[in-house]
């Protein structure tokens, strides 16, 4: 029960930032050979200074499974963008980092990719 209405309430707050297209930067890596890329997602009302975090994605990627062939903020995950939504209903900068796209591994890697190799 709990969890059913905190799905809900995650919902009805990330819901009005959904819509909203996160914006694309870009910006090098450490090894100052890989140009990354980020998708900002921002407050309604950006102020000033505002608190930020830095979203990480697992070995599945940025991107939803359905986004065939097309890696852009259109085809962000549905579970990054409500957290990147959550993060700016809340007053917070939210980055999203992909750190797979830039080196040539945009669909991410499946659980066995230590034997089999990346998804195509």
């Given amino acids: 029960m709990q969890l059913a209405k905190l799905a ?11 819509a909203q297209d996160a914006e694309r930067v870009s ?3 450490a090894d100052g050979q890989t140009t990354l890329v980020g998708y900002v997602f921002m407050p309604a009302a950006p102020s000033g200074r ?6 990480m994605h697992g070995r599945a990627g940025a991107y939803s499974s359905a986004a065939k062939g097309r890696y852009d903020a259109s085809t962000i995950s549905q579970r990054h963008r409500m957290w990147g939504a959550l993060w700016a209903a809340n007053g917070y900068v939210a980055v999203l980092v992909d750190g797979f796209g830039p080196r040539g591994y945009p669909a991410g890697f499946r659980a066995s990719a230590m034997r089999t190799g990346p998804m195509s």
Avoid: G
């Fill in 50 to 55: 505002m608190p930020a975090v830095v979203m």
């Fill in 8 to 18: 809900f309430m995650v919902t009805a707050v990330a819901s009005p930032a959904l």
């Fill in 27 to 29: 910006f090098p890596s």
